[in-house]
Nanobody, 121 residues
Framework: QVQLVEYGGGLVQAGGSLRLSCAAS????????MGWYRQGPGKQRELVAAITSGGNTNYVDSVKGRFTISRDNVAKTVYLQMNSLKPEDTAVYYCYARIIEAWGASWNDYWGQGTQVTVSS
């Protein structure tokens, strides 16, 4: 069974930094895309950043230049370095990964449990 476990949320003042990490474990044959979504109070869940197995990245416009996504394919871990945080970045952050569990099986999306990031003004 595949699990994604997140670390690194918390409370930080505006202008500060946090680093989120998310480790995948279990029956994993291969991981394709990994990334982070967030859901703020009263808002819909949105894609924050994603990274392919080859290292190509994309970001939502509101975090470009402030957030950096990276991954360690050996450790099956994705990271989100968040700098210059703003109160509007306050949200629950969820990692996801597109994983295939065995040769010939289909790709499935898996989600972490979510980690709270709160940015105070």
């Amino acid at each position: 069974q595949v699990q994604l476990v997140e670390y690194g949320g918390g409370l930080v003042q505006a202008g500060g930094s946090l680093r989120l990490s998310c480790a995948a474990s279990g029956s994993i044959f291969s991981i394709n895309a990994m990334g982070w979504y967030r859901q703020g109070p009263g808002k819909q869940r949105e894609l924050v950043a994603a990274i392919t197995s080859g290292g190509n990245t994309n970001y939502v416009d509101s975090v470009k230049g402030r957030f950096t996504i990276s991954r360690d394919n050996v450790a099956k871990t994705v990271y989100l370095q968040m700098n210059s945080l703003k109160p509007e970045d306050t949200a629950v952050y969820y990692c996801y990964a597109r994983i295939i569990e065995a040769w010939g099986a289909s790709w499935n999306d898996y989600w972490g449990q979510g980690t709270q990031v709160t940015v105070s003004s």
